[in-house]
């Protein structure tokens, strides 16, 4: 892509652990306590909210549309095709902790 505004929906891929949906979407500002986890959401520059994965294909697949156009010759407002302009791309990030090391004591009584 050479130009345009860049947003993510990302999938969380573990729930936070021992939070409930309420706590969860709180995160986010959401107060729906609909469902649990893993939950959606839209990152847009400081704005990050719920995302309903439903909406995925309409807004990551790219395609045509029918967009609202208004004809001077007719003077009407028409629709009209064109190429949506929306494109999916995945990276995935991954914390990998250090398994914690356990050291063992052995104590000899003489």
């Known amino acids: 892509a050479d130009s345009g505004h860049y947003y993510s929906f990302v999938k969380e891929r573990v729930p ?8 969860v979407d709180s995160i986010s500002g959401s107060t729906s306590t609909a469902g649990t986890g893993p939950h959606w959401y839209q990152f847009n520059d400081t704005h ?5 994965e439903k909406a995925i294909a309409e807004n990551c697949f790219g395609g045509y549309e029918m967009v609202p ?10 629709g009209r ?3 949506r302009p929306h494109n999916a791309y995945l990276l995935f990030y991954q914390r990998v902790y250090k398994p914690a ?7 000899t009584t003489t």
Do not use: C, R, Y
């Open 101 to 107: 090391t356990t050291t063992t004591t052995t104590t």
């Open 48 to 52: 990050v909210e719920p995302f309903d």
């Open 81 to 83: 095709w064109q190429i």
């Open 69 to 78: 156009h208004f004809d001077t010759q007719t003077q009407k407002n028409v």
């Open 16 to 23: 936070l652990s021992g939070s409930s949906a309420a706590e």
